[in-house]
């Protein structure tokens, strides 16, 4: 339960399609880039609405709020902001007029932006990006919430305030890969656990909770750190870059709200900066003490047979089987194998619900749309029938998740589906 609030209260994030925000063209300049590493237009964009222009609603249990313009228009959006004023709201966390942004703005991670990175980010919103003249919408947190000054008490409590600091143990590629994930790219914004005041329990490597998995938004961002199972202790730095660079490799496809950091972000950085976030990522230590996955090939045959002895299997064979195969390894890259799968054994079913119920957004990296993506399985299949299959998928194989009761996918179908109001998650369109 703790969790479901912590996703409601500050999550966000929406997918900006390619067209809208021309994002096929190569960073023109190094604010550019800064800004796709930080990935601002995933949560300053509405699908069908101007780059940058804000409006994106994010639920939050005491009310709704939504990203502000951050176009250059003196009126209505960042116009008249001074490099200062903007230094103080991306890293600081404070508006022009002084008000305390809620952490909703990743401001805890974006404190470690260089100077320079701070300097070259203003430039671009100021000279590069098209001033759009639309009004932000007020917050709908009212009475005593309402109030902001609470956000300066916990910005005292839970801020590592700070540029991030070079760690003399560990070369250039490791210190560019941590200054990545811990701060530009926020990585931990949904990887990392929450505390009771939602605040993430590490900023960087030196925690342990740091990326260890957490529940956000009706999907659960997995462990990345070097758990054998349930980690990316299984994955090689190189399928990690391929799967930052591509949302592909062999051994899974990105599904869920991984969706706006690939078609946002990551693809667009230089191959020198994915393999450093890479090699930082693998040298995170594993907090559970894990053994090494080991294919078993019991479910293969049980399926081959044609003859399931379980509910799930039956389930399996009449609507996944298809393209993920009886053998669980899919058709890599491209239909992810669930053997073995980091994603499959993350003992958060959330996201594997989700998925099976509503499928994910279209992942289009640099303008190139997948041709191939999940079906969803809302109309189709009971709750029954899914938890029986993602019970199956979770025990085959060699893998050894917990099960998946109805009652879990019952709980996941109202505050996932699109046409109702009782909609917790906090990607609203
Ligand atoms: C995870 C979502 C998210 C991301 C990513 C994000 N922002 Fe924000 N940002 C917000 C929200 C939400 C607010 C408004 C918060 C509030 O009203 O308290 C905000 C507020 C701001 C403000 C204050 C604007 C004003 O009018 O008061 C600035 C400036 C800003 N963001 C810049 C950026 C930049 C630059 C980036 C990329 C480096 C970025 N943001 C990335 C969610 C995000
Ligand atoms: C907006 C939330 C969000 C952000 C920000 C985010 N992720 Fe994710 N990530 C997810 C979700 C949800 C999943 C699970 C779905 C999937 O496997 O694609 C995921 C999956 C992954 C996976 C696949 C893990 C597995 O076990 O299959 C990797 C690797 C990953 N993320 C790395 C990163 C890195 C590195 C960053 C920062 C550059 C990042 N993520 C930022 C939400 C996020
Ligand atoms: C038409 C082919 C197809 C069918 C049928 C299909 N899937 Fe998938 N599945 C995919 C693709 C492609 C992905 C990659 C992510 C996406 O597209 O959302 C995926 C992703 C997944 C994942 C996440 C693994 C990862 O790392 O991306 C799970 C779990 C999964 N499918 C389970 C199932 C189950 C259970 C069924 C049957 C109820 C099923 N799939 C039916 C194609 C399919």
């Given at each position: 339960m703790k969790t479901k609030i912590f996703a409601a209260m500050l999550v966000v994030l929406g997918a900006v399609p390619l067209a809208q925000a021309q994002q096929t063209a190569p960073p023109a300049d190094k604010g550019e880039y800064v800004a796709r590493a930080g990935d601002c237009i995933a949560c300053h964009s509405v699908v069908g609405g101007k780059p940058f222009a804000g409006g994106l609603k994010m639920g939050t249990p005491l009310g709704a709020i939504y990203s502000t313009n951050?176009?250059?228009?003196p009126e209505t959006g960042i116009g008249n902001y001074s490099l200062a004023d903007f230094d103080r709201a991306v890293?600081?966390?404070?508006a022009k007029d002084g008000h305390n942004l809620y952490p909703a703005m990743p401001y805890p991670s974006y404190a470690k932006i260089t100077d320079d990175d701070v300097r070259a980010l203003y430039d671009f919103f100021m000279k590069q990006v098209p001033p759009v003249k639309q009004a932000n919408k007020p917050s709908e947190i009212k009475g005593v919430m309402g109030i902001r000054w609470p956000l300066a008490i916990w910005n005292m409590l839970f801020m590592d305030k700070g540029v991030y600091v070079a760690k003399k143990d560990h070369d250039d590629a490791w210190n560019r890969g941590a200054y990545l994930v811990e701060g530009l790219e926020h990585c931990g914004a949904c990887h990392t656990p929450r505390g009771l005041a939602f605040q993430e329990k590490g900023l960087d490597a030196s925690s342990g909770a740091f990326l260890q998995g957490a529940e956000l938004d009706a999907w659960s961002a997995p462990n990345l750190r070097g758990d054998l199972r349930t980690g990316l202790g299984g994955w090689s730095k190189d399928e990690l870059a391929s799967f930052l660079k591509t949302g592909h490799n062999d051994k899974a496809v990105a599904f869920g709200s991984m969706i706006d950091v690939l078609n946002n972000s990551t693809p667009y950085l230089s191959d020198d900066d994915v393999n450093a976030m890479a090699a930082y990522l693998k040298s995170l230590p594993a907090t559970t003490q894990q053994a090494a996955y080991v294919y078993n090939d019991a479910a293969t045959k049980e399926l081959q047979s044609g003859k399931p002895q379980q509910p799930g299997a039956a389930v399996y064979l009449g609507n996944c089987v298809s393209c993920h195969g009886a053998d669980g390894k899919g058709q890599a890259p491209f239909i992810p194998p669930l053997a073995g799968n980091p994603a499959v054994l993350d003992g958060i079913p959330s996201s594997l619900i989700n998925l099976v119920l509503n499928s994910a957004e279209p992942l289009v990296v640099k303008g190139m749309p997948d041709a191939y993506r999940m079906p969803q399985y809302r109309v189709q299949l009971t709750d029954d029938e899914i938890a029986q299959a993602l019970s199956f998928i979770r025990g085959a194989w060699g893998n050894d998740a917990p099960a998946v009761t109805s009652a879990q996918v019952k709980a996941m179908r109202p505050i996932t589906d699109p046409s109702s109001d009782r909609v917790i998650v906090l990607k609203m369109r």
């Open positions: 951050i176009t250059p228009d890293r600081g966390g404070v």
